[in-house]
T-cell receptor, first 112, second 114 residues
């Protein structure tokens, strides 16, 4: 059974701070890793993806991947109240298999 | 910006009835997916579809579920005989199959089975 684990939170940070979200996965063969943001009652919205070890930056967001530790993280710099949402980690097996396995999400609240 | 669309946004049905959920994937995408999310739970994969056939399905996707691409734009999920436990948000997604093959999600259909 492939598992993706996230701390459910809630995680609260003050406006302007760095929010750090973590995710671990069980399938060592996983190839692609995604972070989605989901506002209450809405669909998952892609923030970024990563598939190589190391860091990947996109604006205020940085994804970090460590395949040896089976660990993915998302850093949000200069957090804004509009970043308040549930952040979903999703993992794809790679190759011809494309189904995403989602974590339960971490609820982030950015306090003004 | 191209986006996945879904209709209806909310469907209410009686237990045992058939429902069809509709999706229009992003036009140049080749892979199509259905996921569901029961209230307060994880997003769960149901099925993926490529080249007019199912490529992967989960154990949730049993004989009461079917998918179809009836024309060049629509992608449908049919539930033949709905159960109370089918009540959930159903999300359609699509991807272009290249690179990281990122999946883009539609707004979802909330299915309520009474």
């Amino acid at each position: 059974q492939k598992e993706v684990e996230q701390n459910s939170g809630p995680l609260s940070v003050p406006e302007g701070a760095i929010a750090s979200l973590n995710c671990t996965y069980s399938d060592r063969g996983s190839q692609s890793f995604f972070w989605y943001r989901q506002y209450s009652g809405k669909s998952p919205e892609l923030i970024m993806f990563i598939y190589s070890n190391g860091d990947k930056e996109d604006g205020r967001f940085t994804a970090q991947l460590n395949k040896a530790s089976q660990y993915v993280s998302l850093l949000i710099r200069d957090s804004q109240p509009s970043d308040s949402a549930t952040y979903l980690c999703a993992v794809a097996p790679g190759g011809s298999a494309r189904q995403l396995t989602f974590g339960s999400g971490t609820q982030l609240t950015v306090l003004p | 910006e191209p986006e996945v669309t879904q209709t209806p946004s909310h469907q209410v049905t009686q237990m045992g009835q058939e429902v069809i959920l509709r999706c229009v994937p992003i036009s140049n995408h080749l892979y199509f997916y259905w996921y569901r999310q029961i209230l307060g739970q994880k997003v769960e994969f149901l099925v993926s579809f490529y080249n007019n056939e199912i490529s992967e399905k989960s154990e949730i996707f049993d004989d009461q579920f079917s998918v179809e691409r009836p024309d060049g734009s629509n992608f449908t999920l049919k539930i033949r005989s709905t159960k109370l436990e089918d009540s959930a948000m159903y999300f359609c997604a699509s991807s272009d199959g290249g690179g990281a093959d990122t999946q883009y999600f539609g707004p979802g259909t909330r299915l309520t089975v009474l």
